[in-house]
């Protein structure tokens, strides 16, 4: 495979000196890297691929670390180390785990905050930009400039997350939300927001209720999210801003896996196929669960295929529980919103109904 552009890339500054007629040959060499890596290795590949643009579109347009970028959950962060310094950990099989697989300022100064948990980011970055106004603002001396959280739409639906952007347009100042929608939480979303942000995708970002402007926050929304170019315009635009900007932008998570049908990983992970989007959401855990093949067990008894332990022990554990919904009307399954790692597919959600959260 050729990785001749990103090999050569050790830092942001080597990005910037990029031509920008290289920047969508960047992002393929990215893709193709990310893919192989994930059989090899394993991870959030998923949540990667739909992100490849967008973190190359913010690494041409910022200054990280002058810049700051707060990932949320950071399990999205793989190209961005890549674009840090540590390409070497995905493109050479030796160095795989010379990197973990969430952000960690041990690991590099470009990494913000070790964290796994969703819906941090725009809290954190209110935290950061705090401290940069409270220093005398973006020349003071905090030394700290543009303040960036991004965020997934399925990370968007917890609690903090609502704090942050309560927070944010009344402490005000240089606050740059990215709001990474794919459509997709680990699985399909749930909840009563996802309407609205599903009418803010339909009107390109110009219909109501909106959200982010019910919050005070200034809003655009940028359609064309895998489009490196598109991106580039719309970072450059709110770069330096004065206030809070939510930058809305949609994208395809798992875009550059072969579609699910005819995907060989999913076939050997023993995710079931459920159609296109989903499988596309669960591509992580189609890797996930490849790299569980160190820990697998007995296959599946009904499909033959291996399955993960942690999916192994999920789906004995739905299967002893299944039974029991009938008698037990207050008996009630609730996962993270990470039903697909641990055995509860989404047949048994459907027979589950009420009991299932
Ligand atoms: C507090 C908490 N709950 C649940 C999880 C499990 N989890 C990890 S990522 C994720 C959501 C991912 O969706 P999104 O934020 O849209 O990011 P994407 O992967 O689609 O880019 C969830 C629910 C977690 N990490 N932390």
Not at 275 to 302: C, I, K, L, T, Y
Request: aromatic content about 6%; some cysteine.
């Amino acid at each position: 495979m050729s990785v001749g552009i990103l090999s050569a890339i050790h830092g942001p500054a080597d990005v910037h000196a990029l031509d920008a007629a290289e920047l969508p040959a960047l992002c393929g060499e990215i893709r193709t890297t990310l893919v192989r890596y994930g059989h090899v290795h394993g991870g959030h590949i998923g949540s990667n691929l739909g992100m490849v643009e967008a973190t190359v579109a913010l690494h041409r347009v910022f200054d990280s670390p002058r810049d700051r970028i707060v990932f949320d959950v950071s399990h999205q962060s793989y190209v961005h180390k890549m674009l840090t310094g540590r390409a070497d950990a995905y493109l050479d099989p030796a160095h795989h785990d010379s990197v973990t697989g969430f952000t960690n300022p041990a690991e590099s100064a470009h990494d913000q905050f070790v964290l796994g948990h969703t819906g941090t980011s725009i809290s954190l970055a209110c935290g950061l930009a705090k401290s940069r106004d409270l220093a005398g603002g973006m020349d003071g001396g905090s030394g700290i400039r543009n303040v960036i959280a991004v965020i997934g739409d399925g990370s968007l639906s917890s609690a903090i997350a609502f704090e942050g952007l309560n927070n944010a347009a009344e402490q005000g100042g240089n606050l740059i939300i990215i709001v990474n929608d794919n459509e997709m939480s680990i699985a399909e979303d749930h909840g009563g927001m996802y309407g609205t942000l599903a009418r803010l995708r339909a009107t390109g970002g110009k219909g109501g209720p909106n959200l982010f402007m019910a919050f005070g926050l200034d809003y655009r929304y940028v359609e064309a999210g895998n489009d490196v170019f598109a991106l580039i315009e719309a970072f450059e635009q709110v770069k330096d801003t004065d206030h809070p900007v939510v930058v809305h932008i949609h994208t395809r998570k798992g875009l550059g896996l072969p579609p699910a049908k005819e995907s060989a990983e999913a076939r050997d992970s023993g995710i079931p196929m459920e159609g296109d989007a989903a499988v596309a959401a669960e591509d992580s855990m189609v890797f996930e669960g490849r790299h569980e093949a160190n820990h697998w067990q007995d296959p599946d008894s009904s499909t033959g295929r291996p399955l993960g332990a942690r999916k192994h022990y999920g789906s004995m554990a739905m299967a002893a529980l299944e039974p029991r919904f009938a008698a037990e009307p207050g008996l009630v399954v609730i996962s993270p919103a990470t039903p697909g790692s641990n055995g509860i597919t989404r047949a048994f959600r459907e027979r589950a109904g009420r009991h299932y959260v």
